[in-house]
């Protein structure tokens, strides 16, 4: 029965975690396995088996998920020694749910084939909030029929489940979309900089740009300043959110991608920047929304 699908999750860190959660309060039989001993420990607590490796956990599974932070993560996990090659069996399905390079899941999906063995791209939004509540969107390249195959599991994790095209399409849609929440992250909080400076209370302002144009899902769901949206990783001294490190790593993707494609961007740039700015001054592990935090304005002493 689909209820007792047996799922291998590698990759159980702050996203891999509480989305493994889910598959486990829906029912799903779940073997874990991070190379962060406090990962698995956390994943074994709700209600996953531990494996001693991805090969371990990939053997005898009928569906591999993997969640990892980059491209040359996925890479090892799928290709490298101990990896998931090595213990999944001909014929079954892999879902790779991190954010990366699109050109690096079609060649992951090329190995797993000559295998094989069948693969998906399945990157997502909404971060920890979302997949806490297991509403997070999915977007996915592959196959139709393996999509289909894969969402049961899906289901437990997300709440938006959308088909984007081939292998590789998932994580275009997702990059495309990062672009657009790390810039807005960015023009946020120097909008709310430069209001305060005024003197502007930031609840008014707030309650202002909600019902102008504005408006973002940052500052809906993901608001710079603390105090202002209770979920907010804001307002627990940006923890437990998406990391400024790994927003810049995808404003990354996006500026790469558009550089081989022959595409002028001058804002992601600009952005992607920023974050690196504000991960060389020690906010790299925060939530990205800490950029607000990086943006405080200079002394009033300073010349400029």
């Given amino acids: 029965m689909i209820a007792r699908m047996k799922i291998a999750f590698i990759g159980t ?3 891999g975690g509480p989305m493994l959660a889910n598959l486990v309060k829906k029912g799903f039989a779940v073997t874990a396995y991070d190379i962060v001993p406090a990962a698995l420990d956390a994943a074994v607590k709700a209600g996953a088996t531990a494996a001693k490796s991805s090969a371990d956990a990939a053997r005898g ?9 980059s491209s040359s993560h996925v890479e090892t996990v799928y290709q ?38 069948r693969f998906i791209d399945a990157p997502v939004s909404g971060g920890v909030p979302k997949a806490i509540d297991g509403t997070l969107a999915i977007m996915i390249g592959g196959d139709a029929r393996d999509v289909e195959e894969a969402r049961p599991a899906l289901a437990a994790m997300g709440a938006n489940i959308i088909h ?3 292998v590789g399409a998932g994580e275009v849609a997702k990059i495309c979309n990062n672009l657009i929440a790390g810039v807005a992250a960015v023009a946020v909080s120097e909008a709310f900089r430069i209001a305060e400076a005024f003197g502007v209370d930031h609840k008014v302002l707030t309650d202002v740009i909600s019902k102008s144009s504005g408006n973002t899902w940052v500052m809906e769901a993901a608001h710079p300043v603390p105090g202002l949206v209770p979920r907010a990783a804001s307002s627990r001294d940006y923890e437990g959110g998406f990391m400024t490190d790994l927003m810049a790593k995808d404003l990354g993707l996006a500026v790469n991608a558009a550089r081989e494609l022959r595409i002028p961007v001058v804002v992601s740039p600009a952005a992607q920047q920023v974050l690196r700015l504000a991960s060389s001054h020690g906010l790299g592990r925060k939530d990205f929304t800490a950029i607000y935090q990086f943006l405080k304005p200079s002394s009033g002493s300073s010349p400029v």
Avoid: F
């Fill in 13 to 15: 860190g702050t996203m």
């Fill in 61 to 69: 599974a009928d569906l591999v998920i993997t969640m990892l932070p």
């Fill in 164 to 166: 984007v095209g081939p």
């Fill in 80 to 117: 490298g020694k101990g990896g998931v090659l090595e213990g999944v069996a001909a014929g079954k399905l892999c879902v790779d749910m991190s954010t990366i390079d699109p050109a690096v899941s079609r060649r992951v999906a090329e190995a797993v084939r000559a295998k094989g063995v």
